[in-house]
């Protein structure tokens, strides 16, 4: 033999010996199989989840128990009609055609059934103009509401040497500020009080008399009116030369903002190539506008009844945002991350976390389509037995009770889970008082029936006899009325025979 095959051979028993060490029997126990008990809960990153799902491990939690439902579609998942339906757009308003006339041309575009906007630009100021479509629309009065940024250019109509002064007459322009509408405006010129929460120099520029500066303003401030004021203030006159709005709400210049080319190209392509892309970056979904709000995640089950305009109630709750307060403006959000409505807290989040009934949030504008999740009202057992008993006939047709109504629910035994049992006891007392009146009524009739019936009797025969005397006396009066009558024409004919 030679020395390469003795050494082929040393290598094959080697491999046979080792072979046992190396392969494990697949159905032998492995430590890397077990499943260890663990104390706690291991941390998820949520930081990079998208728009209401941001942070989602850091709300509180009321309870983890709840079945997810195959309905609805995670915000940016959705297929495209959908996406559109519930999108909102980020506008580079050109100058020249008015807010309204932008708007339609995108409903035109879109071929949508309706658009909004987020508050009136002119038609020669451009910049940021927020679009809803459609379903999105409801937002559009929340977002009218909030804080406007713009950067204006003004002409001074004559020199001011000093920069300070400018920046000082600017100054004393922030807070509330009466203003009047201008001259050329759509609404009626009222006197009326603006806020100017900030407003910072940019640029002067002596020569030209131009001012650029950055202000920060309650909606419906009128910039235009701030720069007469300013000409004003320095004594020497002034006027608005060129505006932008660089935010509305919460929505900047660098928050995605697109322009008509950018809606036409993305249409165009869309319609040519189905290629959805250009579209989904030009169209954002709604939520993205409701990033600021604090958050409450509902239940799959409880999401339709919201839909229909049900408060949200303590049973409904998943998790919920720390330091909301009573009054305070809060969405509502599936576990998908989707926007169901915009609500009012009616509890504090120390309430939330230690009540067990009650309502968490009414409701103040509904975002999401009724039906997109199914309907799991009346499916508990307290309303499960109501419909057996209205359809037994033991209650009406509203659900109230009638003379068939057992005393077991008039008493209300059945309670719903986390029910009141005050509300029970005050039931049960309210009823069994009802019964012992019956039965006092009842004991009376029983005691006094034979007297009663003899004096009703009586009663009875009286009224008869009354009423037969009533009938001949008026007939004896009219008879004797008569016989009066003919008496005096008879008397009248013979006084007037013998006047002739």
């Known amino acids: 033999m030679s020395e390469v095959e003795v050494s082929r051979s040393e290598k094959k028993k080697h491999k046979k010996k080792t072979a046992p060490e190396t392969e494990a029997d697949p159905m032998t126990p492995s430590k890397d199989f077990l499943i260890k008990p663990q104390s706690f809960t291991p941390a998820i990153d949520t930081s990079q989840w998208p728009i209401l799902l941001k942070n989602y491990d850091r709300l509180n939690v009321r309870t983890g128990h709840y079945t997810p439902l195959p309905s609805g579609y995670s915000p940016l998942k959705r297929p495209l009609a959908e996406y559109i339906r519930y999108g909102v757009m980020n506008l580079d308003k050109p100058a020249n055609p008015s ?203 409880a999401v339709n009844a919201i839909c229909y305009g049900a408060k949200l109630m303590i049973p409904g709750l998943l998790r919920f945002e720390n330091d909301v307060e009573v009054g305070e403006e809060v969405v509502l959000m599936t576990t998908k991350g989707e926007a169901i409505a915009l609500g009012i807290a009616e509890m504090t989040t120390a309430v939330m976390a230690t009540c067990d009934h009650g309502v968490v949030a009414k409701i103040k504008r509904v975002v999401m389509d009724r039906d997109t999740y199914p309907r799991k009202w009346g499916l508990g057992p307290r309303a499960s037995m109501k419909k057996k008993l209205i359809s037994e006939g033991k209650l009406d047709k509203h659900g109230k009770p009638n003379e068939k109504t057992p005393n077991e629910w008039a008493r209300n035994l059945v309670l719903p889970t986390g029910g009141d049992s005050m509300v029970a006891s005050l039931a049960a007392a309210a009823e069994k008082e009802s019964e012992k009146k019956k039965k006092k009524e009842k004991n009376g009739e029983e005691a006094g029936s034979p007297d009663k019936e003899k004096s009703e009797k009586k009663k009875k025969k009286k009224k008869e006899k009354e009423g037969d005397e009533g009938a001949v006396n008026g007939k004896e009066d009219g008879e004797a009325d008569k016989s009066e009558k003919k008496k005096k024409k008879k008397k009248k004919d013979k006084d007037g025979e013998e006047e002739e």
């Open 99 to 301: 807010s309204h006339e932008v708007v339609a041309w995108i409903k035109r575009i879109l071929r949508s059934e309706k658009t909004g906007h987020s508050g009136t630009l002119d038609p020669k100021v451009t910049g940021n103009l927020i679009v809803c479509i459609d379903r999105a629309t409801r937002l559009v009065k929340s977002q009218q509401g909030a804080g406007k940024e713009y950067v204006c250019v003004a002409r001074l109509h004559d020199k001011v040497p000093d920069v300070a002064k400018v920046a000082r007459a600017l100054e004393t322009l922030t807070g509330a500020v009466f203003q009047r509408p201008p001259l050329i405006s759509a609404v009626k010129r009222q006197l009326r009080i603006r806020t100017v929460y900030e407003s910072k120099l940019l640029e002067y520029d002596v020569d030209r008399h131009l001012v650029v500066f950055w202000i920060s303003c309650e909606a419906g401030t009128y910039v235009r009116t701030m720069c007469v004021h300013l000409g004003l203030v320095l004594g020497v006159g002034g006027h608005m030369q060129e505006l932008r709005r660089v935010r509305s709400g919460i929505l900047g210049e660098k928050d995605n903002m697109v322009t008509m080319h950018d809606v036409m190209d993305a249409q165009w392509a869309y319609d040519n190539y189905r290629d959805e892309s250009y579209l989904r970056r030009v169209i954002m979904p709604l939520e993205v506008l409701l990033t600021s709000y604090k958050r409450l995640v509902v239940k799959d089950s």
